[in-house]
Antibody
Framework: EVQLLESGGGMVQPGGSLRLSCGAS????????ISWVRQAPGKGLEWVSV???????YYLDSVKGRFTISRDNSQNTVYLQMNSLRAEDTAVYYC???????????WGQGTLVTVSS | QSVLTQPPSVSAAPGQMVTISCSGS????????ISWYQQLPGTAPKLLIY???ERPSGIPDRFSGSKSGTSATLGITGLQTGDEADYYC???????????FGGGTKLTVL
C-alpha cells in the first residue's frame, strides 16, 4: 500500500524558514515523481513544486528562489526547504506521488504551515 | 484566478445525476491527461479519475470522467449524501511548466 507521511510543519514568523519532509513507503520510490501541493485555509488547491525521478525540478513562480525541493532516494524521502516565508505561504502542504502521467497519484494527509507574527 | 475554470457550486437530489465541468486551454487540458479529486471536509484530496477517464481501484463506477478538446467533465450518478464534497480538476500545463487546478466545485446533495 502506498503511504506518504508529511512532517515538519508548524508556526514560523514572516521571513523565517521551515523544512518539510515527505516519507514514502509501499512503492518503488526512485521511479516516482513527487510533488508538493498546498491549500490555504478555505481556499483551493495550489501546486507548489515537483521533483521528477530524474531529479528535474519545477516551481510555482511565487516560490521560485525561496523554496527548494530535493530528494534522498536512499531514505525514500522528499524535502521542501522553505525560506523567506510569507503570510501567504500559510497552508496545509500535501505530498503527492505519481510514476507516470498515465498513472494514478497518491496523496499524503498533509502538514500545516502557519506564517504569522 | 485559476488556470482551469470550474463552476463554484452544483446541486442535485439524492439518486440523481450531476456533472461538473472543467475548462482550460490547449497547453493544459488539450495536451495532457486530466485528473479529478474529491475532498471531503477536513480531509486530504482523494483521486477519483486519472488519465481522463480511468478510475483507481476502489472508486465506484458511479464516478466517470470524459475529455473533449480543452474541456473535461466529471459525472456522478446515483448521488448520495456522502458525495457532498469539493471536487477539483487538475492537469499539467505544458506552457507554464506547472501543475494547474480548477478553483473547485462544491457539490450539495439536497
Amino acid at each position: 500500500e502506498v503511504q506518504l507521511l508529511e512532517s515538519g510543519g508548524g508556526m514560523v514568523q514572516p521571513g523565517g524558514s521551515l523544512r518539510l519532509s515527505c516519507g514514502a513507503s509501499g512503492f518503488t520510490f526512485p521511479t516516482f515523481d513527487i510533488s508538493w501541493v498546498r491549500q490555504a485555509p478555505g481556499k483551493g488547491l495550489e501546486w507548489v513544486s515537483v521533483i521528477t525521478s530524474g531529479h528535474n525540478t519545477y516551481y510555482l513562480d511565487s516560490v521560485k528562489g525561496r523554496f527548494t525541493i530535493s530528494r534522498d532516494n536512499s531514505q525514500n524521502t522528499v524535502y521542501l526547504q522553505m525560506n523567506s516565508l510569507r503570510a501567504e505561504d500559510t497552508a496545509v502542504y500535501y505530498c503527492v506521488s505519481r510514476e507516470t502521467p498515465t498513472s494514478p497519484d497518491h496523496w499524503g494527509q498533509g502538514t500545516l504551515v502557519t506564517v504569522s507574527s | 484566478q485559476s488556470v482551469l475554470t470550474q463552476p463554484p457550486s452544483v446541486s442535485a437530489a439524492p439518486g440523481q445525476m450531476v456533472t461538473i465541468s472543467c475548462s482550460g486551454s490547449y497547453s493544459n487540458i488539450g495536451y495532457n491527461y486530466i485528473s479529478w479529486y474529491q475532498q471531503l471536509p477536513g480531509t486530504a484530496p482523494k483521486l477519483l479519475i486519472y488519465q481522463n477517464d480511468e478510475r483507481p481501484s476502489g472508486i465506484p463506477d458511479r464516478f466517470s470522467g470524459s475529455k473533449s478538446g480543452t474541456s473535461a467533465t466529471l459525472g456522478i450518478t446515483g448521488l448520495q449524501t456522502g458525495d457532498e464534497a469539493d471536487y477539483y480538476c487538475g492537469t499539467w500545463d505544458s506552457s507554464l511548466y506547472i501543475w494547474v487546478f480548477g478553483g473547485g466545485t462544491k457539490l450539495t446533495v439536497l
